[in-house]
């Protein structure tokens, strides 16, 4: 049987999961995907995609490289995991998927609640 084709099927399996189960949660969230988020998904999944490739093969070759001098520097790919990792964190946290951007939102949530009572209320 011929696996089904997805926008994300360039990707590693570990990330197309993860995509699915972010995607699957946006939609539980807010009923569904808008077509200005996908860019920002497309992102999120290319850096996830690149922070995993980064991570596996820190771990196959160390996190010290030997540089053209013969002496040991850090693994260039430990700077590539970061920033990989920064910017998964700031777009999880613009989809609202951590417990923390959740309780946030919950929070504007309420305060715009209350301004609108106010409002109303005189």
Not at 3 to 28: G, L
Not at 30 to 54: C, D, R, S, V
Request: glycine share 8%; proline share 2%; with cysteine.
């Amino acid at each position: 049987m011929a696996k089904k084709t997805t926008k994300y099927s360039d990707y590693s399996d570990t990330t197309q999961q993860f995509m699915a189960a972010v995607e699957k949660y946006i939609k539980k969230k807010y009923g569904k995907i808008e077509q200005h988020w996908e860019g920002q998904l497309m992102l999120l999944a290319t850096n996830y995609e690149l922070f995993n490739q980064a991570k596996e093969e820190v771990k196959r070759t160390g996190m010290l490289v030997t540089n053209r001098f013969g002496g040991q520097d850090k693994n260039p790919l430990l700077r590539v995991i970061t920033d990989a990792n920064i910017q998964c964190i700031k777009l999880i946290h613009e989809f609202g998927l951590s417990p923390s951007a959740s309780g946030k939102i919950k929070e504007v949530e309420q305060d715009d609640s209350d301004i609108i009572k106010g409002l109303l209320n005189g």
